[in-house]
């Protein structure tokens, strides 16, 4: 087992030194889509831009972004992996499909030599959040539908001597502890709100509480939870284990940010891979990562054959947390609230559902921690108080539900800046963490005023 800090030294690089591989990077990435990616060929000529006129990190500024609409829209057009596909079919050795809120999914085509960015990308992840060789992990994210957290998770651990276990969520929560308690693995890996689930049904299922198995660390992501102290807190807590946070997406790759063990941020794990970038989602103009800004993350990917992508704009919002880090690593850290496509708009007031699910989750147990959103608009934007049915957890008695309704209504105003419409209902009522990940918004038909 190795003891260095790090499992790739370009993480521990000056930022400055990384920022000039990636420029170097960068000129080259243009080169090779301008000779291969009629997509991106007829996307800079549209702006303007020739490849040799973008040399430095300032430069990528003047080259457009692009939406996931125009991948849809390509893919359509140029089946199977649409016009932007800059490598030969029969060089494409795995497609991913990215899970699309709305319509068909995205394709993402893997070459060998993109996988090879992928599973080091993963590693440095991986062994960002405390995974090491020799590890036996229980994979608890769903293993299919061409999901990322499935077999390109598999693929990373497996890359770095870890010995995975491909159960999957989709296996059910039964299996997936039958299995805990057969095999013994050290590792888990799982999307938070499953995390705890899982750890909570082990009683039950086993007559043996899941912090008396030998699960000591947990890597977990694919929506935010991981990094709210209340909710690692409870995760930590339940499985007696260490608990990080990782993020990444299909369109890049599957996990590239990663906390250390200060647990302060996300880490990026994508050096010379991808160009983060940070901007304003109104205005589009870049902002200077520093602690404190918000923004929307936005990826170039500068070692890319199949599916390439120029300032690809995610709708992950994420919080700068940091620019430094005792641990070593170098460049920004993050920390991600929430997405583009789950925002509302509440009387002008941008509401994330996450977030709203996080001051929930810091009442329990006076809370189960579930709630919804109940959207009785179409869209994404009211006028009118928005309402929320939040769980009430199973030892309260009937005359503190309206404190606690009451109290959690000044929370949410306080804390996000909007008072909601709170129905409080009894435990059970509401979807529990399963295989898909449960949607915080419930719609329901509008109602008139
Ligand atoms: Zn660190």
Request: one cysteine or more; aromatic letters at 8%.
């Amino acid at each position: 087992m190795s003891s260095t800090p790090f499992w790739n030294e370009i993480e521990g690089l000056p930022w400055r030194e990384v920022q000039r591989v990636q420029e170097e990077k960068l000129r080259k990435q243009l080169d090779y889509l301008w000779a291969r990616s009629p997509f991106y060929q007829r996307k800079l000529a549209q702006a303007g831009v020739k490849p040799g006129q973008i040399k430095t990190l300032s430069d990528l500024q003047n080259v457009p972004f692009t939406l996931k609409q125009e991948l849809r829209d390509s893919i359509k057009s140029s089946p199977p992996l649409g016009l932007h596909l800059a490598a030969p079919l029969n060089e494409v050795v795995q497609v991913q499909a990215s899970s699309g809120t709305t319509g068909s999914p995205s394709y993402v085509g893997v070459t060998r030599r993109d996988l090879w960015v992928w599973c080091e990308m993963g590693a440095r992840t991986f062994y960002a959040n405390g995974f090491r060789p020799g590890d036996f992990c229980l994979h608890a994210f769903s293993m299919s539908k061409g999901f990322v957290g499935g077999v390109p998770i598999f693929q990373i651990l497996q890359y770095m001597g870890i010995c995975d276990l491909p159960i999957g969520v989709d296996a059910g929560t039964e299996r997936l502890l039958r299995v805990l308690a057969d095999q013994r693995p050290g590792a888990l890996t799982a999307t938070p709100y499953f995390a705890i689930y899982l750890g909570e049904q082990a009683e039950q299922v086993l007559g043996v509480p899941a912090r008396e198995f030998s699960v000591r660390k947990i890597s977990t992501g694919g929506e935010p939870g991981g990094g709210i102290p209340s909710v690692r807190a409870k995760m930590e807590e339940i499985w007696g284990a260490e608990v990080r946070e990782m993020l990444g997406g299909t369109d890049l790759g599957c996990a590239y940010w990663a906390e250390c063990e200060d647990k302060s941020g996300m880490h990026t794990c994508a050096q010379e891979f991808i160009i983060a970038e940070i901007i304003d989602p109104e205005s589009g103009q870049v902002l200077e990562p520093k602690e404190g800004v918000k923004g929307e993350l936005v990826y170039t990917a500068i070692d890319r054959e199949a599916s390439p992508l120029l300032r690809f704009r995610t709708g992950d919002h994420v919080l700068v947390t940091g620019t430094d880090c005792r641990c070593g690593r170098t460049g920004f850290k993050v920390r991600c609230f929430g997405r583009t496509d789950d925002m509302l708009i509440v009387k002008g007031i941008n509401v994330f559902p996450s977030a709203i699910k996080d001051v929930v989750t810091t009442f329990e147990p006076r809370t189960t921690g579930l709630m919804k959103v109940i959207a009785d608009f179409t869209g994404h934007t009211t006028q009118q108080p928005l309402k929320l049915k939040v769980e009430y957890g199973p030892g309260l008695s009937p005359d503190q539900v309206g404190p606690l309704r009451e109290e959690l209504a000044r929370k949410i105003q306080s804390l996000l800046v909007f008072r909601p419409e709170i129905e409080m209902v009894p435990p059970d009522t509401l979807e529990k963490p399963g295989v898909q990940k449960v949607a915080l918004i419930e719609r329901v038909a509008p109602t008139q005023i």
